[in-house]
């Protein structure tokens, strides 16, 4: 199984954009060995999920990176800081699905640089036109064998 | 010279909380608060909103338990209707409120407070959270994720999705369900079963460890409330309100949602937003209260279902089971029932009928909807005007009910444990840590923003801050 996690609040402006991108491939590109998840933040119960698959893909908005630009990144394991209930990181529950049932999905985090985080439910216009872009790079990376590195 | 401490934020706990510590002039402790330093205001903006409106914004409220204010919503307009709903969207909606309960039940006791029961309250705090507790026991945290996973689940697949379902609705559900849903879920329950009877047994093992911890977390006589249906059964979504006292004698019986007025009252007090109702007959604070799963086991005679049922007798037993510290076999008693309550309800015959659903227009001006969230009994009051428009709201929150005993339980605790100046780790983990029994939700019980972190004070009796932790 592949799964994909799309990260966000579509109330937020440009933070919905991980969801965005998950339903997207949902709607679109669905497979029968492709699980899509689309959460408002991440919570520990995702490492079930995670353990039972070959590879994930988190999707998620940056506030750091420029508007618009999508970025896809490996997950280091090692930096992984605490887990919490309420603050939980890609690589933390990677971590926790690698302590608990051994799993070693291959893994990547696609993020896409924000730049409006107010209320509203609409998309700045340069994170709009970068979701088919999010997409396309899910997309490539769920192809056998893509290494993100 | 007196003192204070303070504990800010108050952590793994839901919402934003900070405890101060008073300390008189031979440095025992005077005085200990815990506030609440949210506001929200829920109550406030639904206020011209039409009432079929209510359960989708209610459920707002809360990431943690928006079925929980569905639910109570829901009930409240059911009341504005004056319809009884379907059998089998009643049925439907149990389902749905103890998959809540159960997965809520699953997050406080795995997630928030399980690190301080393995790990134990004095460990290294860089340890004693959830990394800690898969290094410690993976098959604990292991059963906890599952466990957690099997309430979304339920939750996700009638409401069709997790964290906000639109599929209770005034009247009843949207949807009938399907016998391919049924079956889904039906086949995850003997394994939660199992695991939740493991927990038990797990947890039972450690409590000769905190035996300290019991006899002042919160151990103290108080009333206790909460439903059960007409044979005293324990019960969540629907039958009449029961209050008991520290013996056990019944208080009240038999109330329904429209009586809470007469047994309620809610103080406000000046050092923290959320409300302190009160037991009314008997007065601020001699009316103090708690709720929750301690207290829905308190309240009933016996649970309906056999493997919980003979939890529940042994629970009854302990000779401390007054002690706040014996939330947590609560919540474990109670996740086993709603599993097995599920299991039963999914195998009544007309489950899968197609009629979930009763129309009509208001034909009340007022309606009043009660049901247990996983923190306790939550009260919905709507009032709307001939339009059906919101012209009031007032919500009484489980976590509101346990103020007062949270309070006292901080007080007991800190008197036990804080003294003079010596301030370690270990001895505000326990303030914390007695906070946590109860599972408080300050989301929704003072209508806050954001996520969930609580502050120790210190304090003089000439106001001077001492000392002071933020987490």
């Known amino acids: 199984m592949r799964l994909v996690i799309g990260i966000g609040n579509t109330l937020r402006g440009d933070d919905g954009i991980g969801v965005r991108v998950a339903q997207r491939l949902a709607a679109q590109h669905s497979a029968p060995d492709l699980e899509v998840i689309a959460c408002h933040q991440l919570t520990p119960e995702l490492i079930a999920p995670i353990s039972q698959a070959e590879q994930v893909i988190f999707v998620d908005a940056s506030a750091t990176q420029p508007a618009g630009s999508v970025q896809a990144q490996p997950l280091h394991l090692q930096s992984a800081p605490p887990l919490s209930a309420h603050h939980v990181t890609p690589a933390a529950l990677l971590m926790a699905a690698d302590l608990l049932y051994g799993a070693q999905p291959r893994s990547a985090l696609i993020s896409v640089g924000a730049q409006d985080f107010s209320f509203g439910e609409r998309l700045s216009p340069p994170v709009a036109e970068a979701l088919p872009r999010a997409v396309a790079l899910v997309l490539s990376l769920l192809e056998p064998q893509r290494e993100v590195t | ?471």
């Open chain 2, 1 to 471: 010279m007196s003192r204070e401490i303070t504990i800010n934020p108050v952590t793994r706990i839901e919402g934003h909380g900070k405890i101060t510590i008073y300390l008189a002039d031979d440095g025992s402790v005077a005085d200990a608060k815990f506030h609440v330093t949210q506001l929200r205001g829920f109550e406030k903006f639904a206020e011209g909103r039409p009432f079929h409106e209510m359960p989708s914004l209610m459920a707002r409220i809360c990431g943690i338990c928006p079925v929980s204010h569905l639910i109570a919503s829901a009930k409240a307009c059911d009341a504005l209707l004056g319809v009884r709903i379907p059998p089998t969207a009643a049925a439907l909606r149990r389902v749905m409120n103890l998959a809540q309960i159960a997965q809520s039940h699953a997050l406080s006791f795995f997630y928030l407070s399980a690190p301080d029961l393995l790990l134990g309250m004095d460990s290294d705090p860089s340890q004693r959270n959830l990394f800690g507790m898969l290094a410690a026991n993976p098959q604990l945290a292991r059963d906890g994720v599952t466990l957690r996973q099997t309430g979304q689940q339920i939750i996700e697949i009638l409401g069709g999705k997790r964290i906000h379902p639109g599929w209770l609705v005034p009247g009843g559900v949207s949807e009938p369900l399907s016998a391919e849903k049924r079956d889904r879920i039906l086949a995850m329950l003997p394994n939660a079963i199992a695991i939740t009877q493991q927990a038990i047994h797990w947890f039972k093992s450690i409590l000769p460890r905190f035996s300290e911890e019991i006899s002042v977390f919160a151990n103290f006589p108080t009333l206790h409330m909460g439903l059960v249906d007409r044979r005293g059964n324990l019960e969540t979504y629907d039958g009449y309100l029961r209050i008991v006292d520290a013996d056990g004698n019944v208080v009240e019986d038999r109330m329904t949602p429209e009586d809470y007025l007469d047994l309620i009252e809610e103080a406000v007090e000046p050092h923290s937003f959320l409300k302190s109702p009160y037991y009314k007959p008997r007065g601020y604070t001699d009316g103090m209260l708690r709720v929750g799963p301690l207290s829905r086991l308190l309240v009933a005679d016996q649970i309906s279902t056999p493997l919980a049922n003979a939890e529940l007798q042994a629970f009854r037993q302990i000779p401390e089971r007054q002690s706040s510290f014996y939330y947590h076999l609560a919540r474990l008693i109670e996740m086993l029932y709603a599993w097995e309550e599920i299991q039963r309800v999914l195998k009544t015959s007309d489950i899968l009928s197609e009629h979930v659903r009763a129309y009509a227009e208001p034909n009340a001006f007022e309606g009043v909807g009660i049901s247990e969230a996983p923190r306790g009994t939550l009260m919905h009051h709507y009032k709307i005007d001939k339009n059906g428009l919101i012209t009031y709201v007032n919500l009484v929150i489980a976590t509101g009910h346990n103020n007062l005993a949270m309070n006292a339980g901080v007080k007991q605790v800190a008197q036990r444990f804080v003294h003079g100046d010596r301030l370690s780790e270990g001895m505000l983990n326990r303030v914390e840590a007695v906070i946590r029994t109860f599972d408080p939700c300050l989301s929704c019980s003072t209508h806050a923003i954001g996520q969930m972190p609580l502050h120790i004070q210190l304090v003089a009796p000439n106001g001077e801050v001492l000392d002071e932790i933020a987490r």
